[in-house]
């Protein structure tokens, strides 16, 4: 890992990004050289450096390795609540991770590929023994009523699959070198031990062993240790090294909108919208539920309600739309209506950039008279994103930030 990482922030101008990164950003996210700004949260690898994009209100760090990691383990979180696991390739708003993170957690959790593997063979060796057998074992009835002795079958360990081994230590080894320091505190190797490890064939052979040994598995847990180091191969052959990698994700607010969510302890789910919208067919009123809003955040402290949205927004450059706020003020006077809550509180949520910060969201006449009893002012609070992050990979709700909500 090299100490002189270069560091971005999402958003960043194209022209602004060093020449080398730039090509690979262009080359890995489909920029354009005319591209405004670069949306893109995560590293990049150009060469063998990395570069780090931080989310708005994350501008350069000092503790960079800390924050990275941090960083690392809220977006792999956000992967698995979206995709149960599974890895996603599509980076059109999907988090991409490299194959070697997962495959150095899975040799964590289950070691090399397992080579030794039972076969069975005759338990006969030269000349049968009729005498012995007929005293011995018990015959079944053959089709004609004769006595059939069964052949009997014996367990032995075979160990024909020692290559693919040696690319799964290859894999692991290389894998550790360059992602180990993300996976822990400490940033110290994993594997070790498989360090400077060579392939004991070329790619392409080594891709049909694997591919091979695929199609004759049928434990799910080899069978995942294969596709792990297929996918490694995979993407080493097409790229000749490893120039390509990216952790990310171009749709950072997705993950913002996780995050808030945890950090808040989000309970939509007990307090559901009471206004659904409804068409008229005559005389017949149809409900439309799957059409009901559904705000990013629901949470409430005896007969007070907050309704929260999360916008990813640097609110120096960017402020809320109108139809960002429209929604709010939507929801707001949806569950005003319902007589058990005697105050709603309408709140947006955005990462705290260190800009000018503006205290509420109201609406004003072309005299600038506010009309707050037809749009209920929505309050704007600005959170520490490396907190909510700390808390969103903790899977605990912040206490303090429920309190100044309310």
Known sequence: MREDVRQYCDGVSVHDIDEDVRKAVIDRLGSKETSSGVDFVGLIWSGCRPSIFWPKGMMRR????????????????????????????????QIEMPPEIELLENYEQNGLFDSRERSYRSGYAGKIDWGRTIRMKTPVPGKNGSPVYIEPMVGFNSDS?????????????????KFSWLLS?????????????RPPVSRRIGLGLVRSELGRQFSDQKKKQ??????FLSREDASGGFSDSCLGITSFHTVWEQMCSSYYGDQKSHYQSPAVPAYLFGTETRMETSNAPRPDVVIRDGDCL??????????AR?????????????????YSNDPQYSRIENVLVLPDTDGEQASHAVVTDRDNVRMDSEFMPIKLVFLNVVEVMSHFVSGKESEAARRNIF
């Open 226 to 231: 294969l596709r792990l180091i297929e996918a």
């Open 318 to 334: 960017t402020k809320p739309a109108w139809q960002d706020l429209v929604k709010q003020f939507f929801y707001a006077k949806a």
């Open 306 to 315: 907050a309704i929260i949205d999360a916008k990813y927004y640097d609110f």
């Open 62 to 93: 000092v503790d960079w390795k800390t924050d990275v990691r941090l960083l690392v383990r809220s977006l792999r979180r956000a992967a698995r609540s979206s995709n149960k696991g599974g890895r996603k390739t599509d980076i059109s708003g």
């Open 185 to 197: 505190s400490d940033g110290q190797p994993r594997a070790r031990e498989l360090h400077g490890e």
């Open 161 to 177: 699959r020692g290559i693919i081994r040696k690319l799964h230590a290859y894999a692991v080894g290389m894998a550790d070198e």
